[in-house]
């Protein structure tokens, strides 16, 4: 799966972040854990948050980079519950094609919003289509895409690909300001390949 050109989550912090070395970050649907492990490795803020509900993916980002905490916390949570849970907690939260496509963004961009501290910031990639090809929403609404479980059968996730003026809107219905959307083309072409949208709103 080609999804855009998204590699280094460091992106989401800007050259007047104030001391990186104070920022408490995380990353909704974190998977692995591999990209907040290189903004411990390389961008070194305080601590970084890697959330994810799934119990294969919590195991395997323990076994991986455990030895990097206490500055890199696995989170076994689905993000909605997590952030909830952590009001005012964050400089910066952050999504490589993880929650926020998988989650109802009008649950999880309320609860963002209220884990952000004042003037944090969100930063996500998701697709600015299918990777059928099929255009993305005009409203917001999910659709079941081909998914497989980690024993690899088929099955199908809910995902929501939105139109960019949806994301605006939604962003700043959950209290976010400053919001800016880049399209970023894919690096691959054929099938399976998609675009990128590179959201970013402040709280």
Same mark, same amino acid.
């Not at 974190?30 to 591999?34: D, F, L, V």
């Not at 609860?111 to 004042?118: E, F, G, I, N, S």
């Given at each position: 799966m080609h999804e855009g050109q998204v590699d280094d989550p460091g992106a989401a912090f800007q050259p007047g972040d104030r001391g990186r070395a104070g920022l408490v970050v995380g990353d909704l649907g974190?998977? +692995?854990?591999?990209h907040a492990a290189h903004l411990v490795s390389h961008h070194e803020p305080a601590r970084v948050l890697a959330v994810d509900a799934s119990p294969g993916q919590h195991e395997l980002a323990v076994d991986l980079f455990g030895h990097l905490a206490p500055r890199l %916390?696995? @989170?076994p %949570?689905? $993000?909605v519950s997590h952030l909830r849970a952590t009001a005012g907690t964050y400089d910066v939260l952050y999504s490589v094609f993880g929650a926020l496509d998988f989650t109802d963004p009008r649950e999880l961009l309320p $609860?963002? $919003? +209220? +884990?952000?501290?004042?003037g944090g910031r969100l930063v996500f990639s998701t697709l600015a289509h299918y990777l059928s090809g099929a255009p993305a929403q005009p409203d @917001? @609404?999910?659709a079941d895409v081909p998914a497989k479980t980690p024993e690899g059968e088929a099955s199908t996730l809910r995902r929501w690909v939105l139109q960019e003026h949806v994301w605006v809107k939604i962003l700043d219905e959950a209290g976010f300001t400053e919001t800016a959307v880049d399209v970023l083309p894919s690096t691959a072409e054929g099938p399976g390949t998609a675009d990128t949208l590179l959201v970013t709103a402040v709280r």
């Open positions: 974190a998977g +692995a854990a591999r %916390s696995i @989170v %949570s689905d $993000a $609860a963002a $919003a +209220a +884990a952000l501290k004042p @917001v @609404v999910a």
